[in-house]
């Protein structure tokens, strides 16, 4: 069985004098200080996890995790469990939003399917690493074994590993399927502390009746299952999703590696929950792309203590806010890297040195 908590103590904190010395290199650059707003402040972090004061952005990943949830049976979802394989095709065609923002970003996309209930042939494009045909219903007991929330953990981790040994320096991590904000508000509400109505929203756009159903369907399973809030791997296996734990692994790869992990949405919040839970310092290493117009969203953020770089009323998943960010980390990066110094400009930085 995986052990998880090695990544404890291969996870080291961000490097502080990159971080001092990518700030400074800000402060000299043809500009009032801090006048770039998170343009500087994205960079000067990007530093302290590339452990370089001129951080550089190169070849980007979207991982994209798939996986159905037993929990649908509870009618928490608008759309039918069969959705979750027909946009696995969709992904494999490359006609999904997510496939549009990664090619105009510049990023490959790796499609996995980490528990479709389904036993349809997928095209070679996409990764199979099924745990299961989804998990199990969490309003009855564990969403999974605890062997199968580590197995998940450790195939986001390989993923992540292998991509990474490619020469990728950018990750990015994604979402797909039915009931999953289920599960998302299901961790958000057990790791903040929040009240379940408060962290869950309408997903696929449900109605009153659904969304009152969804939330007794969330309270029901934290009743039941009485998920450890400090027990990263606890919370996963009793209310979480195969993707979710996925998602948690590549974060928690990548931060030992060394390598920004981009988050997208709400359900990939609750990964990065489920990974600092884990892991505290797995957090450093991560970005937040956007919020989410999923309620809950907001919440997990505040817990992990990052500010989001985009706020566009999104809630697609798949990686789209994520794809979108690798541009602006980008463009942070490029500031750092091309712009002049007043020095080499011979610019004068003040109305002091102007009279000199």
């Not at 948690?248 to 390598?259: H, N, P, Q, T």
Request: net charge positive; with cysteine; hydrophobic share 45%.
């Amino acid at each position: 069985m995986p052990d998880i908590t090695a990544y404890t103590k291969r996870i080291a904190k961000p490097d502080e004098e990159s971080i001092e010395s990518a700030r400074l290199l800000q402060d000299s650059l043809t500009k009032p200080p801090g006048s770039l707003g998170r343009l500087e402040t994205i960079s000067i972090k990007l530093a302290g996890i590339y452990r370089t004061p001129r951080p550089r952005i190169g070849r980007k990943v979207v991982f994209t995790m798939v996986s159905d949830h037993g929990v649908t049976a509870e009618s928490v979802s608008a759309f039918p469990s069969k959705v979750t394989a027909q946009m696995v095709l969709n992904f494999a065609g490359g006609g999904a939003a997510i496939n549009v923002l990664a090619r105009f970003a510049g990023a490959e996309v790796k499609v996995v399917d980490m528990g479709v209930a389904s036993d349809i042939k997928w095209p070679s494009c996409i990764i199979n690493r099924k745990i299961a045909k989804g998990t199990r219903n969490m309003t009855r007991g564990p969403a999974m074994s605890k062997e199968e929330a580590l197995r998940a953990l450790d195939v986001g981790a390989q993923l992540a590993s292998e991509t990474i040994d490619t020469g990728v320096n950018a990750v990015a991590i994604g979402d797909m399927g039915i009931g999953n904000t289920t599960a998302a508000s299901a961790i958000t509400a057990v790791i903040t502390g929040h009240p379940v109505r408060s962290v869950t929203g309408r997903g696929t756009g449900i109605d009153d009746f659904t969304l009152n159903a969804k939330v007794r369907a969330i309270e029901q399973a934290i009743k039941i299952n009485s998920p450890n809030p400090k027990n990263g791997v606890d919370v996963l296996l009793k209310v979480g999703g195969f993707e979710i734990a996925g998602m948690a692994g590549v974060a928690l790869e990548a931060a030992s590696r060394g390598v920004p992990v981009f988050l997208d949405g709400f359900v990939s919040g609750s990964a990065a929950l489920i990974a600092r839970a884990i892991c505290p310092d797995s957090s450093e290493y991560m970005i937040a792309s956007h919020v989410s117009a999923e309620p809950g969203h907001k919440y997990a953020l505040e817990y992990l203590k990052l500010d989001p770089i985009l706020d566009l009323g999104m809630r697609l998943g798949e990686g789209t806010g994520a794809a979108l960010a690798f541009m602006i980390a980008e463009a942070s990066c490029k500031i750092l890297n091309e712009m002049t110094t007043f020095e080499c400009a011979n610019v004068s930085r003040s109305h002091k040195e102007i009279r000199k």
